[in-house]
């Protein structure tokens, strides 16, 4: 189950914080996603952003909206 995998995750990021810094920087949640791959946790950026508003443990997922530019 993907979902409980994100919320492994999130606990995890609670007491990491270059983890924490890391996730972030991440531009999207597709990137967030990524580096939850990278460490053995399966869920997606869709998964991520279903969460947003919530709290998790010390973690609130928050979506940021970024504006993008135009030169």
Not at 6 to 11: M, S, V, Y
Not at 22 to 47: C, H, P, R
Not at 60 to 71: A, H, L
Request: hydrophobic fraction near 40%; glycine fraction near 12%.
């Amino acid at each position: 189950m993907s979902v409980h995998e994100l919320k492994a995750f999130l606990a995890k990021i609670q007491d990491d914080p270059a983890l924490r810094q890391a996730v972030q920087a991440a531009a999207t949640a597709d990137d967030v996603a990524l580096i939850g791959g990278g460490l053995g946790y399966e869920f997606s950026g869709d998964d991520l952003l279903m969460l947003s508003g919530q709290k998790v443990g010390r973690v609130t997922v928050t979506k940021q909206d970024i504006p993008g530019e135009y030169n």
